[in-house]
């Protein structure tokens, strides 16, 4: 493990002066300012995805028959296709496959279950562009991680093809904030704080019950649901909102790989151009898409 880039990565993390008043829009800019850029040869291409903003995302040697729907995160209130385009390459790299990345409506001006409108509106639009639901995979980080999840679940009640797998990056399914994590790792991890969590809960959920299933996945019926892997790392407040939904989903049947790496943060793999466990992880997150979509 690189402890050294992971110590010199959380000290340049700590140093970023954190307003918790400051408005939503200010913190998109701020994610927006300190995102990576894309690889120089790599594609983005953009597309309206049945009315969502959205880019494809080509690496070389990318097979366009196999192809990711990828939902970034950001608590549902940030984040975009431009903070999230750099890992969406190297996933398509790692995966030799095509990503579409989606601008999906944003809270507070666009509440739940808008998020969720949009991602399966993106999924219909791969459907209808005559890509094969066998070859498709949806995944997520973070906020993006749940939406997965919500995906599926609304992509099964409208019975749709059900995509071959999905990967979730540190999902937040639990918007109540009811894991031991979010107290024992309060301290550790320095890309979520708990209270920060709170606010972003509450705007997305615009006086909905927190423990509303398509919100809250880890609430959710996860019968029928593809095969899933699950990455966290152990030093997140997330952690248990991961442990909990590979149990649940276990327990529904769900074929389902979890992978804790110690000492990662949230959402490592973001990091890929400085840390060397988030190219680990991408490939790992490459090598689980290809041999589900052979």
Request: glycine share 8%.
């Amino acid at each position: 493990m690189s402890l050294q880039q992971l110590e010199s990565l959380i000290q340049k993390l700590k140093a970023v002066p954190v307003d918790p008043t400051a408005s939503f829009q200010r913190r998109r800019a701020a994610m927006e300012k300190a995102a990576f850029r894309l690889d120089a040869d790599i594609k983005a291409e953009p597309v309206s995805a049945n009315g969502v903003p959205a880019e494809w995302i080509t690496a070389p040697g990318a097979d366009i028959s196999r192809n990711v729907l990828y939902l970034h995160g950001g608590g549902y209130t940030i984040g975009s296709i431009k903070t999230h385009r750099c890992l969406a390459g190297w996933v398509s790299r790692a995966a030799r496959a095509r990503v579409l990345i989606i601008d999906y409506r944003l809270a507070p001006e666009h509440p739940f279950p808008a998020a969720i409108d949009d991602s399966v509106a993106a999924y219909r639009f791969m459907l209808d562009s005559g890509l094969t639901a066998s070859r498709l995979t949806v995944a997520g980080d973070s906020a993006g991680g749940g939406l997965t999840v919500a995906t599926l679940l609304a992509i099964r009640d409208a019975k749709l093809p059900m995509p071959a797998a999905a990967v979730c990056l540190s999902p937040w399914v639990d918007l109540e904030g009811t894991g031991e994590s979010m107290k024992t790792k309060a301290n550790v991890d320095p890309m979520v704080a708990s209270g920060n969590l709170g606010d972003m809960a509450a705007a997305y959920l615009g006086g909905k019950d927190p423990k509303t299933p398509l919100a809250s996945p880890l609430y959710a019926d996860l019968r029928g649901l593809p095969p899933m892997l699950i990455q966290v790392g152990t030093a997140e407040v997330l952690l248990d909102d991961s442990s909990r939904l590979a149990e649940r989903a276990r327990a529904a049947g769900v074929e389902v790989v979890y992978e804790p790496w110690e000492n990662m943060i949230h959402v490592w793999q973001i990091f890929v151009p400085m840390l060397d466990e988030a190219k680990q992880a991408v490939e790992r997150i490459g090598q689980y898409i290809r041999e589900k979509t052979p």
